[in-house]
């Protein structure tokens, strides 16, 4: 199963996805739970293409883009948020994760399914020693960003959290975590 499988059915009410870029995420919502979906990207070449996927979902689906720093939607406005893949390459990931903490109402929950920095120091070292490389590559993809850290940086507490190293991927490039999070109570 794949990680995104994993998170994505347990979106529900109206759900913000942070980078929805070519919509691999639509076929996994449950149409039953999810009232409407804010797909965010800076990309609207990107919504040409989830635009087709959005055609083959039973709820509704608007995009928008990013024009400053500030997510375009009211305060406590969405009941969950979806960010899959998406945080290695956001340039400033703790103001983007403030920002949603914003946005999200205050009994929501954040689902996450995101690469990043490895537990074991060898791959630590290759991730450290490729990032640069990397992220001219892989379209400013940044392979050893602590996720839980930044989740916490951006006013989030983790309530359940997994990882693994995704089988078929190179170490440095494959170690996942996926879980969900909620606003922590001082924000």
């Known amino acids: 199963m794949q990680q995104r499988e994993k998170i994505v059915p347990l979106a529900q009410g109206t759900v913000l996805e942070i980078g929805i870029g070519t919509g691999l995420n639509l076929p996994f919502y449950d149409p039953a739970r999810v009232q409407r979906l804010i797909g965010l990207d800076p990309s609207e070449k990107s919504w040409e293409l989830a635009g087709k996927r959005a055609a083959h979902v039973d709820f509704a689906v608007e995009f928008i883009g990013l024009p400053g720093e500030e997510i375009p939607l009211a305060d406590n406005s969405v009941d969950t948020i979806v960010v899959t893949f998406s945080l290695c390459t956001i ?96 924000h």
Not at 110 to 116: A, I, R, S, T
Not at 149 to 168: H, K, Q
Request: aromatic share 10%; hydrophobic share 40%; with cysteine.
């Open 91 to 186: 340039p400033d990931p703790v103001a983007a994760l403030k920002g949603m903490a914003r946005v999200l109402r205050p009994d929501g929950q954040l689902l996450f399914c995101e690469h990043g920095r490895a537990p074991d120091p060898e791959v630590v070292r290759w991730q450290d020693r490729l990032n640069g490389f990397w992220q001219a590559l892989a379209g400013g993809c940044n392979l050893n960003r602590d996720i839980p850290a930044l989740l916490a940086a951006g006013g989030f507490v983790t309530d359940r959290l997994e990882t693994m190293y995704l089988p078929g991927t190179p170490r440095f490039a494959g170690f996942n975590y996926w879980g969900h999070a909620r606003l922590a109570s001082e």
